[in-house]
């Protein structure tokens, strides 16, 4: 069983900076990849930024210079730095990681973590 738990949402206000954290546990042999996604209300699910094991970052054009993912492999760990918040970056951000487990790769999502940004 895998299991990823974020943190650090909450309410900031316009300008603000916010970190995401999200931990994979579980068993399993290697992460592929960990990413952030978001859903606003009334949105599709869409990329904020995915990075593989090896450090290749890849960026939604809404989010580039603005936000920053990183990793920390030896603890299946993902991070997303958010700079200069909008409003229109309210959502529910949620981590999914590409986990390689029992000779397949399986997709794992988090519960979701509120980002609330106010004007």
């Known amino acids: 069983q895998v299991q990823l738990v974020e943190s650090g949402g909450g309410l900031v206000q316009a300008g603000g900076s916010l970190r995401l954290s999200c931990a994979a546990s579980g068993s399993f042999s290697s992460i592929e990849t960990m990413g952030w996604y978001r859903q606003a209300p009334g949105k599709q699910r869409e990329l904020v930024a995915t990075?593989?094991?090896?450090?290749?970052?890849n960026y939604a054009d809404s989010v580039k210079g603005q936000f920053t993912i990183s990793t920390d492999n030896a603890k299946n760990m993902v991070y997303l730095q958010m700079t200069s918040l909008k409003p229109e970056d309210t959502a529910v951000y949620y981590c999914k990681a590409v986990i390689f487990r029992t000779l397949f790769t399986y997709a794992y999502w988090g519960q979701g973590t509120q980002v609330t940004v106010s004007s």
């Open positions: 990075a593989t094991s090896e450090d290749s970052a």
